[in-house]
């Protein structure tokens, strides 16, 4: 049973294109939602997050979209760049009082062409 | 630079051996977590400790046990390898002071058992 679920799994977009990533999840007692960019033989890397009080969270060229009645959250890459090529993973938390354990979506590998 | 290290890039280990993957951070952080990675099936929680000495069961605990003596040290312990527990395994720390709940991740360790 998957507590975040990720779509799509794989995305192939041209240089200066925009990245749409989506997840939804069921637990209303998420309170953090996270993304995760992970490099080929890297470990992943916070990229961006987003609390539930705000609808959108921007940074550079990455933006987070949150939807809270429909538990539902996306990941924007604006004018994506070969460089963004990685696979990205959402993730969901009930913060503190469980332990900071983060739920994670299955990861969608993103392509850029140039 | 604070890093979470793992002790091996790669394993090759035999069914029915036992085998250790050792994880060390440098940032003092309270918690530590175990994940697995397997495509399509994002990371998925292990084992993870709030504490020195301290455990906790995550989603798929099963045919695992870990061991936390030193706050900087976690270790994820396969006490008889099988061939489906072939992965790669990211180690994570986090501190429980922080107002976000973000991530270090390892570069993982990929585990082949045959």
């Known amino acids: 049973q998957q507590q975040v679920k990720q779509s799509p799994q794989s995305l192939i977009v041209q240089k200066g294109g925009i990245s749409i990533i989506n997840c939804a999840y069921e637990?209303?007692?998420?309170?953090?939602f996270p993304w995760y960019q992970q490099f080929p033989g890297k470990g992943p890397a916070l990229l961006i997050a987003?609390?539930?009080?705000?609808s959108e969270k921007k940074e550079g060229r990455f933006t987070i979209s949150f939807n809270k009645s429909a538990k539902q959250f996306s990941l924007h890459i604006m004018d994506s760049q070969p460089g963004d090529s990685a696979t990205y993973f959402c993730?969901?938390?009930?913060?503190?009082?469980?332990?900071?354990?983060?739920?994670f979506g299955g990861g969608t590998r993103v392509l850029v062409k140039p | 630079d604070v890093k979470v290290t793992q002790s091996s890039r790669y394993l090759v280990k035999r069914t029915g051996e036992k085998v250790f993957l050792e994880c060390v951070q440098d940032?003092?952080?309270?918690?530590m977590f175990w994940y697995r990675q397997d495509p399509g099936l994002g990371l998925r929680l292990i084992y993870f400790?709030?504490?020195?000495?301290?455990?906790e069961k995550g989603d798929i605990p099963e045919g695992y046990s870990v061991s936390r003596e030193k706050k900087e040290r976690f270790s994820l312990i396969l006490e008889s390898a099988s061939t489906n527990q072939t992965s790669m395994y990211l180690c994570?720390?986090?501190?429980?002071?922080?107002?976000?709940?973000?991530?270090?991740f390892g570069s993982g360790t990929r585990l082949t058992v045959v």
């Open positions: 940032m003092d952080h309270e918690n």
């Open positions: 637990n209303t007692a998420f309170d953090y």
């Open positions: 400790s709030y504490d020195v000495k301290m455990k």
């Open positions: 987003i609390r539930p009080d705000v």
């Open positions: 993730a969901a938390s009930k913060g503190k009082a469980a332990g900071n354990k983060l739920t």
């Open positions: 994570a720390s986090s501190s429980a002071q922080a107002a976000n709940y973000g991530y270090t």
